[in-house]
């Protein structure tokens, strides 16, 4: 089945951008400018294109399906590897509601966390509460069959679990924020890494 994110991207692309620049706000005490960024599972580009312009920054999109539809460097990878990213090279390593869609979202962190040497921040969707987890679980089917070429239906983990999981890869949460408007039953959470020692 070939992917239809392109035409939902462009038809929806005023309001990614919107949001993309509200992003930019929520992390602008933690980015400097002319920053290397890592868009890590960059979808059509939108939020990356606008941290690179926000922040005067370097951006590169890495994803598994190439849906860009704003112009910047990009690699294809398999979903797994990430070899050949250098270690410590990206000022900002940014991930926006993505790693609840990889088969593996614990090791892609530490393997994120090697690339990094900076920052990396993280939106992600949280299952907590009976309707936001349905709304999770509905989120991660659609977007399995929609928009992806292959069946991971979500991974997603709680604010709790999340912490846990930084922990155990020597993840430092400097700044911790509830994104999503109050009438959003999916619980959106913003996380701000900084590697530990």
């Known amino acids: 089945m070939k992917s239809i994110g392109p035409s939902q991207y462009r038809i929806f692309r005023k309001l990614y951008k919107n949001a993309a ?7 602008a005490d ?24 926000f922040f005067n920054g370097e951006i590169l999109g890495v994803d598994v399906i190439d849906n860009r ?5 990009f690699i294809k990878y398999n979903g797994e590897d990430l070899s ?3 270690s410590n090279y990206f000022d900002i390593t940014l991930i926006n509601f993505v790693l609840h869609h990889c088969k593996n979202p614990k090791e892609l962190l530490k393997e994120i966390r090697r690339v990094s040497k900076g ?16 709304m999770c679980f509905l989120h991660g089917v659609s977007f399995a069959k929609l928009f992806q070429k292959n069946k991971e239906t979500g991974k997603f983990f709680t604010k709790k679990e999340w912490e846990d999981i930084f922990k155990e890869l020597g993840l430092e949460v400097i700044h911790s924020k509830k994104v999503s408007a109050w009438f959003n039953p999916m619980k959106e959470h913003l996380f701000i890494l900084k590697k530990g020692v």
């Open 84 to 86: 050949f990213l250098e």
């Open 30 to 53: 933690f980015v400097l400018p002319n920053s290397k960024i890592l868009d890590f599972g960059c979808g059509s580009g939108t939020v990356g294109k606008e941290f690179e312009i």
């Open 21 to 27: 620049k509200e992003m930019c706000k929520d992390c």
């Open 119 to 134: 920052t990396i921040i993280l939106y992600e969707n949280l299952p907590e509460g009976p309707l936001s987890k349905i």
């Open 69 to 73: 539809i704003e112009d910047m460097k």
